[in-house]
């Protein structure tokens, strides 16, 4: 009796913009103003469907709702939090939809030092004393910090935190199986390069080109990053409106490549990572 063939990884990269998404509001600029459908970005989400079968959203941004029509997407067993940035949690609330319709509480994971931030600003999810008005709801969301130095058994896989430095914040990206996953990083410091070790495709944020950012990498920086890395596919993500889909694609060495909203790559055991 042969084996059945390990199932693939997918990721759908929801939401590729930074925190005033893309367009800007009022700005005329040639991205801004583009035709090119990659050229519009969404603030910050990601969507996984694991070799196990499980579904993990990545952060909430304000469009999630659209984002998850925009997707097909009608169920998510859990949340990983990269940190609590307004433009990476204050869609929450669309989860209210997922644990009403399915009658359970939905578990989050947010960094161990994001825990009392996430609870006092969402006081009405996570107050076990707050009674929603009578015919009105919440989102059931049971709340979960995760102890960066440690890995975490989710959905039946193993995700490594990897912990990066972000202004006074440490987001927490992961590595599960031959994904790494990274946003809102200034570095990778030497505990996430050791855990990255290997990693087949590589998920990394990028600014612009040039000017450095106190608390994000440039494209430089993430070109830099991933060739230290060395995956076999690196998508940049978390882009600003200075820069277009196209020009950029053309800027990058080979293996990195933008991502845009929408997109959904596959990695599969012995086989190229390859975009659906
Ligand atoms: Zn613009
Ligand atoms: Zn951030
Ligand atoms: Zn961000």
């Not at 367009?23 to 801004?32: A, F, M, S, W």
């Not at 490594?160 to 972000?166: F, W």
């Not at 440490?170 to 990083?185: C, I, K, Q």
């Amino acid at each position: 009796m042969t084996a059945a063939p390990p199932r693939p990884l997918e990721l759908t990269f929801l939401g590729t913009g930074t925190s005033f998404g893309v367009p800007v509001v009022g700005c005329d600029c040639e991205v801004c103003t583009s035709s090119d459908p990659r050229d519009r970005r969404t603030r910050h989400a990601a969507f996984l469907r694991l070799p196990g079968g499980g579904e993990l959203l990545v952060d909430t941004p304000p469009e999630l709702r659209l984002q998850l029509l925009g997707a097909g997407i009608r169920h998510v067993d859990a949340v990983w939090y990269t940190h609590a940035h307004a433009d990476h949690l204050h869609g929450i609330d669309d989860l209210r939809i997922i644990s009403l319709r399915e009658r359970r509480s939905v578990p989050v994971y947010v960094p161990a030092e994001a825990l009392d931030m996430v609870a006092r600003r969402f006081d009405y999810i996570f107050d076990p004393d707050y009674r929603p008005d009578e015919g009105a709801t919440r989102p059931e969301l049971s709340l979960n910090g995760v102890d960066p130095s440690r890995p975490l058994e989710l959905l039946g896989e193993t995700f490594h935190p990897l912990e990066v430095p972000h202004g006074s914040m440490n987001p927490l990206g992961f590595r599960v199986g031959d994904l790494g996953y990274v946003t809102d990083a200034k570095r990778l410091p030497p505990a996430a390069m050791e855990r990255l070790e290997g990693v087949r495709l590589l998920v990394i944020n990028a600014l612009w080109h040039g000017n450095p950012h106190p608390t994000h990498f440039n494209v430089e920086e993430a070109v830099e990053a991933a060739r230290q890395v060395g995956a076999e596919r690196t998508y940049l993500t978390h882009l600003t409106h200075r820069l277009g889909h196209a020009k950029l694609t053309a800027s990058l060495p080979p293996g990195v490549r933008p991502a845009h909203d929408g997109l959904t790559v596959r990695l599969a055991p012995g086989r190229p990572v390859e975009e659906l």
